[in-house]
């Protein structure tokens, strides 16, 4: 694992390894070393956040528009603070779903956004499959903020960051992820970075909350807590996404809670010091009691934020680090390689 100074640019020798990517539009199709280097770098980051000088200039006179189609506090926040924090120029687009349609109009609010010439686009859209479509019409980095069900590659990239300054390692950990796979994007993109990391994935849901063919990505499945969690490293638990269910899918939320939600009975099934995340906004009482999220020897829930401010920094960087001037006329991908 090689640690990268992000404020050094010029003493070493070896220039650093580059992200071979255009973009970042999901997790899956990266490689190890691609991960690696994202986590590499998300480290040197998570230092310069602690310090009281927290800048650095490598998105100094770039400009990142932050496109949001849904609601979002913490994703839209992070990035627009990591976009701060490397010296750039930061807008925040909130697009309110009602006004928006698909299709033409999504379309066509990236290409006039595309004439302004951001270098960076962060989407997040309520529809899968629509932050790559985007992301074809544009000149630019187009960064996932999470489309529909699909991926949401920076929450991947952070929960793994935290797991591994943790526990030092991703590889052999024992990951049980809980709750409402159908609708989350999170699940997926975990889902895919931890395998990609020699993690071993369980999911654990009701039949309703799990996709048909979910065994096809490569994870275990329960339907019971009391068999999931047996000797799990992390627990990681999903919101219940009412927003994107079309119909019922848990009988009620206290039956949920009962079978489903974390509490301290449930997580004493786990290893004995197991590790509990959840990528917020959490719902109480819901898919976890307080008492372990709250727990501060065991809940990673706060670690999570703020190595997201991280990742999101490192995943700028090495996007812009890639785009050579003048970049619409010399787009080293120009053949289309995404
Ligand atoms: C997640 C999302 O939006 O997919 N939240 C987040 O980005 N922190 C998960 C969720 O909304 O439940």
Known sequence: ????????????????????????????????????????????????????????????????????????????????????????????????????????????????????????????????????????????????????????????????????????????????????????????SNIHLLSIMGARVRVVAPPTLLPSGIERMGVEVHHDMRTGLKGCDIVMMLRLQTERMRGSFVPSVREYFRYFGLDEIKLRLAKPDALIMHPGPMNRGVEIDSVVADDIDRSLIREQVEMGVAVRMAVLEALVENQTEPWAKNDPYAAGAA
């Open 1 to 188: 694992m090689t640690m990268i100074d992000p404020q050094d640019r010029s003493s070493g020798t070896e220039a650093p390894p580059r992200y071979p990517h255009r973009h970042l539009l999901g997790i899956e199709g990266l490689t190890r070393s691609d991960i690696d280097n994202l986590l590499d770098r998300s480290d040197g980051y998570v230092e310069q956040n602690r310090r009281a000088d927290k800048k650095n200039a490598s998105l100094r006179g770039r400009t990142l528009i932050n496109l949001f189609f849904e609601n979002s506090t913490r994703t839209r926040t992070s990035f627009e603070l990591a976009g701060k924090r490397l010296g750039g120029d930061v807008i925040n687009m909130s697009v309110g779903t009602s006004s928006i349609k698909k299709g033409e109009s999504l379309i066509d609010t990236a290409m006039t956004l595309n004439a302004m010439h951001p270098d960076a686009l962060v989407v997040r859209h309520g529809e899968s499959g629509a932050v790559q479509l985007l992301a074809q019409k544009v000149n630019c980095a187009v960064v996932n903020g999470g489309d529909g069900s699909h991926e949401h590659p920076t929450q991947a990239l952070l929960d793994a960051l935290t797991i591994r300054r943790r526990l030092g390692r991703l590889e052999g950990l024992e990951v049980a992820i809980c709750g409402d796979v159908t609708h989350s994007r999170v699940a997926r």
